[in-house]
């Protein structure tokens, strides 16, 4: 289906309470006239699928649909990013920063921590070249200690670790480069996984961020727990969901 149709249907039945089988198809035969019923069903189930419109009653459907995130990167991120391809051009890396979270969390807080992840073999050189060659504070797989008393006293300071396999990411670009970031589901997971590196952002915060990410944009649970499964952070989060947001469990799409 177009994606201008999509658009249109959004913009013509967002805001209404529910809306009407009839009505939507109706819809659709401005633009096929000669729609036949069991296309129109595949048209429902696509807009399901692709959680634009939900049932809420036998024949009545109300929009659903939530946007992608699209973070905005910092200067800081660019530069790291463009460093990075510059010299591995080839690897596979994700990026991302904690300032991000800031929209989510009832707290603000100043605390900058850029996230670099790549493939394994590749952590150790990727760390000693940024370190060489930029001004800012690198650690490479941080413990506890230095968690504790180096990461939290840097200004920006940058943690190199290894990326996990089948990770979802995503690819943000603009006129300089392309730039591979994680994607909410990975934070989501990470922040559950990496506790210690997370720690501003347990107990009630982690409640806040989850909350309102789920509330604002569309997030696809099928990958969600399919990289907490290889974190081993799969049944903790379905129970914190269940615990601690049962309200948005109806928004939950296995797509």
Avoid: C
């Amino acid at each position: 289906m177009p994606k201008i149709i999509e658009n249109k249907l959004i913009a013509h039945f967002k805001g209404r309470d529910f809306f009407e089988k009839d009505e939507l198809y109706e819809f659709y035969r401005e633009f096929e006239p000669n729609l036949k019923e069991t296309t129109f069903r595949w048209r429902v189930y696509d807009l399901k699928k692709k959680d634009i419109i939900k049932t809420i009653g036998r024949g009545l459907y109300v929009i659903s649909y939530k946007p992608k995130y699209k973070p905005i990167l910092s200067e800081h991120l660019f530069k790291i990013a463009r460093k990075t391809n510059e010299r591995f051009a080839d690897i596979k890396y994700a990026i991302w920063e904690t300032q991000w979270l800031n929209e989510f969390t009832q707290h603000q807080t100043s605390n900058q921590m850029i996230i670099v992840e790549v493939e394994k073999e590749f952590a150790d050189s990727l760390y000693y070249y940024l370190n060489d060659s930029m001004r800012m504070d690198f650690f490479l797989n941080p413990d506890d200690k230095e968690i504790e008393f180096y990461i939290s006293e840097s200004n920006v300071p940058v943690v190199i670790k290894r990326l996990v396999s089948r990770a979802p990411l995503q690819k943000i670009k603009n006129k300089k480069s392309i730039v591979p970031i994680a994607t909410l589901e990975k934070i989501m997971v990470d922040l559950f996984a990496d506790e210690n590196l997370f720690h501003f952002y347990q107990g009630s915060e982690m409640v806040n961020i989850y909350e309102k990410i789920i509330d604002r944009y569309s997030i696809n649970f099928t990958k969600l727990f399919s990289y907490a499964k290889r974190r081993r952070k799969e049944q903790e989060i379905k129970q914190f969901i269940g615990n601690y947001i049962p309200n948005f469990l109806e928004d939950i799409q296995y797509d």
